[in-house]
């Protein structure tokens, strides 16, 4: 299980290792391609050659994370939604599906591992580059 102790309430909370972090890595959309998974306090960003392909909500709970889609170019529906294990050790991000009703999303993103990546390597505003 991942935890980490949440400065803000002094509780644990597995949030808080997710939240303002970005992963490099491998995603099948369709093709295998270098992505960056961008999570801020709730949006969950995908980033492909500087742009926001897709971005979720999400929600975490213990080692499992929910998203649910609401903007982007997959064949996702909007407001689509998919529940993973994750796991961080050695600043690699692992994502195993617990359940997802999009079978693109699971084939994207769920078989590969991401590494941690600093934000000024790859800081991209995702609001501007919806735009």
Known sequence: MVHCVNQRAGKNSSKYILENTQWQG???????????????????????NGKTIEQMNYTVQGDSITVVK???????LMLSQGTYKFTIANDK?????IS???SQRISALGINTYTK??????????IKSLQ
């Open 26 to 48: 491998i995603a099948n959309i369709p093709s295998p391609e270098t992505v960056i998974l961008q999570f801020s306090k709730d949006v969950y960003t995908v980033m492909w």
């Open 93 to 97: 991000l692992s994502l195993v599906v």
């Open 70 to 76: 609401t903007s982007g170019a997959s064949p996702c």
């Open 100 to 102: 997802d009703s999009c």
């Open 117 to 126: 990546v600093l934000p000024s390597e790859h800081a991209i505003d995702p």
